[in-house]
């Protein structure tokens, strides 16, 4: 069976909803004649009376009252997708989600490359807070720490940088290879809590002196802070730390390395629309290419 026409249900589904072919006439700006006209074509079309036309003012019978509730139905939806459609044009911008350690050493200082090779992708790069669920269906990519790769329902997971981390501190500080009590002497900081420091002093045959534990900073970024400001030695993950250890802002003291068991890992939405997936796989290629330059 052929589709009814389109004109005719837009008729009839104005004049169901409005209860009255002279208002369908006004919302669809043309003349009373011409709804009822449609009306009558779609009932010739369907082989049945959708309006008792009997009495003074036309009353709509039960299979017309059928057939309008699908078609309101379906007319909010075809309404709603259009809408969706026309925002995502008008909006086409690729979201990024970041933990806040990648978002400030390494994504934002590398951004205004990717801006200048792609000038025509808008972006907006938010907060992704660790331990906390991220919203895909607002967010396109993120950058994350983890333990193990996130295994997530239409996200695809990627590899992204080392966590593994080092002792680091100011070069002014302490020289160059101190010993482990020298280290321990120079003041101890601490990420979240104190088993970083724990797992390296004891692979470095040592241990913990409870009786001098040092600072705890609640995010990497404020832990690094006070490495650069002097305040004593952090374990940092290298890939964050690059670009300070480069400029002789930190120095490493030593090779040994711990929780190299996580990584950093780039999600990526699978499910785009064409336009954004476009966008997306630019941006990806480009933080791959970043990585690997070093």
Not at 86 to 115: D, G, K, T
Not at 149 to 168: I, K, M
Not at 185 to 199: I, K
Not at 233 to 247: E, F, K, Q, T
Request: net charge negative.
């Amino acid at each position: 069976m052929p589709l009814p026409p389109l004109n005719a249900l837009r008729a009839f589904e104005a004049a169901a909803r409005l209860k009255s072919f002279k208002a369908a006439a006004d919302a669809l700006f043309v003349t009373q004649s011409a709804v009822s006209h449609q009306i009558r074509h779609l009932e010739d079309f369907l082989r049945v009376p959708l309006f008792d036309r009997s009495g003074a003012r036309p009353r709509i019978l039960p299979a017309g009252q059928e057939l309008a509730r699908t078609l309101s139905l379906s007319f909010a939806e075809i309404d709603a997708a259009c809408r969706r459609i026309a925002q995502a044009r008008q909006e086409r911008v690729l979201v990024i989600a970041a933990i806040p350690s990648v978002a400030i050493c390494w994504l934002i200082p590398r951004l205004a490359r990717f801006r200048e090779s792609h000038p025509e992708v808008a972006l907006r790069v938010v907060y992704a807070m660790h331990g906390h669920e991220i919203d895909f269906s607002a967010t396109h990519l993120a950058f994350v720490y983890a333990d193990r790769a996130p295994q997530l329902p239409g996200v695809e997971t990627l590899a992204f940088l080392s966590g593994a981390c080092v002792p680091v501190c100011s070069p002014q500080l302490l020289p160059a290879a101190p010993t482990v009590a020298e280290i321990k002497a120079a003041g101890l900081l601490h990420d979240t809590d104190r088993s970083g420091w724990a797992e390296w002093l004891a692979q470095a045959g040592s241990g913990l002196d409870p009786q001098d534990p040092g600072p705890l900073f609640e995010d990497f970024n404020l832990l690094r802070a006070a490495a650069l400001a002097g305040q004593g030695v952090a374990l940092c993950p290298l890939a964050m730390i690059r670009d300070d250890l480069d400029s002789g802002r930190l120095v490493q003291l030593s090779a040994e390395a711990v929780l190299d068991q996580f990584d950093y890992y780039l999600l990526c939405t699978e499910a785009l629309p064409p336009a954004l997936a476009e966008d997306a796989a630019a941006f990806r290629a480009w933080a791959f290419a970043e990585r690997d330059a070093g």
